[in-house]
């Protein structure tokens, strides 16, 4: 029991540092709106909400250790069916609250069916059956979504309209923020949770959480179905920010996307995935600007690539990780040992 | 009747293909405990560089060849620059060939160009027999004894061969094959890139089947290739051999009477075999 209830008093408190930055952030995010062109907003909208998608996989790859690479089905799925109900059912709030409702008993409903299948192995092997049966329901999602050209126009693109009071892009840009501060505190909760400390647990050594006693794939399909669940919401939210879906959004890329963010923000520090995000989506933006330097600025993916294999090799904590590292470097210098 | 027939060896020519790729997995899984995702990259690889070559030389021959070797040499490289620094840590892998995927695909539309390039049969395969009013194409004909022939070279390597014995005895315990005086590094490499480079042979041969080559059809293909590694037993390529031609036939059945419901069908099959048997038809071949 020891290692679990060390876990759990070993809260990794936030510096005050880091206090006054996030202090610091939020206000110039609220001074921003009214000094800066639409582009940019919208821009900052984008990536609060991508940030939450990155967040949602961080709870399975940093805190759980799992390998999900069908999780951009949640995220496509919230956009889809959020888009597909504003244009059969009318963009009103009332459809806006049912879409949400549907939208979180399917991905519940989906991350169980998923969990069941891919968490059958432990170890390494399961590791990489995980990841492989996970892929296999993530290209099914995007298969039917080819598929339903009825409901989804097909690889045209899904063109909607939203309810009046998210088409102003200023006030949909708070909307976003504040999604994002909620959705950050909710998962900070959980993941700091007696589950959570049981996931990371999970995540340092399955065998000896199995040990423990606990039943790991049981907290395994709990992380799948949160995860799932915030990623989707993060889903309607990108629906109403750009009023369109296609079926990019069910891609591995924007799994991959996902994973992006969090690895290069740092994994298993939830925080991380707002700057992974925020410096992924601003790098892509900057050399989308040099477009007209050189043709090769404008293939992203292969920026994408090249970051993500750096990622992996020489910085495999990430910004924040690297950061913590840093401080707690420093720190152990200050103290006489 | 007749279209079983046809059913049968349509199954069997797009079983062979799969072999092509889902072997080199599993074998690669089983000795180095790599799960490679840019399995499918390889074999986009191999197509393209197989339609280049053919329209440099006119030879399907030399084609083939020049598929080989790429992929070959992209395997080494890959294995030794990035799979190499991550061993033993499986999320690492997992993620580095992930990224390996994104950045050779895209290369691929960047120097070919993003839209399909068509393809044709080399002249002496493209006819048709006619048997009894079955028509029978000879390139399947040809794929399926491909698969047999590259089928049985495994076996024999793997199981007649010192490399062999050292490959089986690596998947055991690489430590200790390490500890005996083979440098079982060498070994890796090899069977990395000779994985890699069936791969690419089997995208070069899938080409002049389908009529195109286009950078989606490594995803699709690798998916494929995984459910039969995961269906047969991962690191067993017995497994995988079954697996395929299950595969390829159920691909087949499927898409000849309802084409939209064929990955479905291959997915289907993956959840109801692991459901009655968690570890795949042939068992865990490997190291746990």
């Known amino acids: 029991m020891s290692y679990i209830s060390n876990l759990m008093h070993n809260r990794p408190a936030i510096k005050p540092g880091l206090w006054i930055l996030i202090v610091l952030t939020a206000a110039v995010l609220l001074v921003i709106p009214p000094l800066s062109s639409l582009t940019t907003i919208t821009l900052l909208s984008r990536i609060f909400i991508l940030a939450i998608f990155g967040m949602s996989y961080d709870i399975l790859r940093g805190y759980t250790g799992i390998i999900n690479l069908g999780h951009a089905l949640f995220f496509g799925g919230g956009t889809y069916l959020a888009g597909i109900m504003f244009s059969r059912m009318g963009p009103t709030l009332d459809v806006l609250l049912l879409a949400v409702a549907i939208t979180l008993a399917f991905s519940a409903v989906i991350a169980y069916i998923m969990g069941q299948f891919a968490f059958r192995g432990t170890g390494f092997i399961g590791v990489i059956a995980c990841a492989m049966i996970t892929l296999a329901f993530g290209e099914i999602a995007r298969h039917t979504a080819e598929t339903l050209r009825e409901y989804t126009q097909g690889a045209d693109g899904l063109t909607f309209r939203v309810p009046v009071i998210f088409q102003d892009r200023v006030m949909m840009y708070y909307y976003a923020f504040l999604f994002m501060i909620i959705m950050t505190l909710i998962l900070r909760r959980f993941v700091n949770s007696p589950t959570g400390r049981v996931m990371q647990a999970i995540r340092d050594n399955e065998q000896r959480a199995k040990f423990l006693g606990y039943d790991t794939k049981k907290y395994k399909l709990i992380a799948l179905i949160v995860a799932g669940m915030a990623s989707s919401l993060a889903g309607i939210m990108f629906a109403l920010l750009t009023r369109f879906a296609n079926t990019e959004l069910l891609t591995v890329q924007n799994t991959l996307n996902a994973l992006l963010y969090t690895i290069v923000g740092g994994t298993g520090t939830l925080y991380g995935a707002i700057i992974g995000t925020a410096f992924v989506q601003l790098a892509q933006n900057y050399l989308l600007e040099l477009r007209g330097i050189h043709e090769i600025f404008s293939r992203w993916l292969l920026f994408f690539g090249a970051i993500y294999v750096l990622v992996v090799l020489y910085l495999p904590k990430g910004f924040v990780g690297a950061y913590l590292q840093f401080q707690a470097k420093r720190q152990s210098r200050k103290k006489p040992a | ?288």
């Open chain 2, 1 to 288: 009747m007749h279209i079983f027939i046809m059913l049968l060896i349509n199954g069997l020519a797009e079983g062979a293909l799969i072999f092509l790729m889902a072997a080199g997995l599993s074998i690669i899984l089983g000795l180095l405990g790599v799960v490679n995702f840019t399995h499918g990259t390889l074999f986009i690889w191999g197509g393209y560089v197989s339609i280049w070559i053919f329209g440099l030389t006119g030879s399907f021959i030399i084609a083939l060849v020049a598929a080989i070797v790429a992929g070959f040499a992209m395997g080494l490289i890959f294995e030794r620059l990035f799979v190499r620094p991550v061993y033993g840590n499986v999320t690492a892998q997992i993620l580095i060939t992930l990224g390996l995927m994104i950045v050779f695909t895209d290369l691929v539309r960047l120097l070919w160009g993003p839209n399909p390039i068509p393809a044709s049969r080399p002249e002496f395969m493209d006819g048709t027999w006619v048997i009894d009013s079955v028509i029978i194409s000879q390139y399947r004909i040809f794929l399926i004894i491909v698969g047999i022939l590259v089928a049985i070279a495994i076996n024999y390597i793997v199981n007649k061969t010192r490399v062999g014995m050292v490959m089986r005895a690596g998947t055991q315990s690489p430590d200790m094959v390490q500890a005996l005086g083979i440098n079982i590094k060498v070994y890796f490499s090899g069977v990395f890139a000779g994985g890699a480079a069936l791969a690419a042979l089997g995208g070069a041969l899938y080409v002049p089947l389908v009529g195109s080559v286009w950078s989606g059809m490594g995803i699709n293909n690798q998916i494929l290739a995984f459910i039969v590694v995961i269906l047969g037993g991962m690191g067993s390529y017995y497994g995988s051999a079954v697996g395929s031609i299950i595969i390829g036939l159920t691909v087949a059945m499927v898409s000849w009477f309802y084409p939209p419901l064929t990955v479905y069908a291959t997915v289907l099959l993956l959840l109801l075999v692991l459901t009655l048997r968690p570890q795949g038809l042939f068992g865990l071949a490997v190291r746990n």
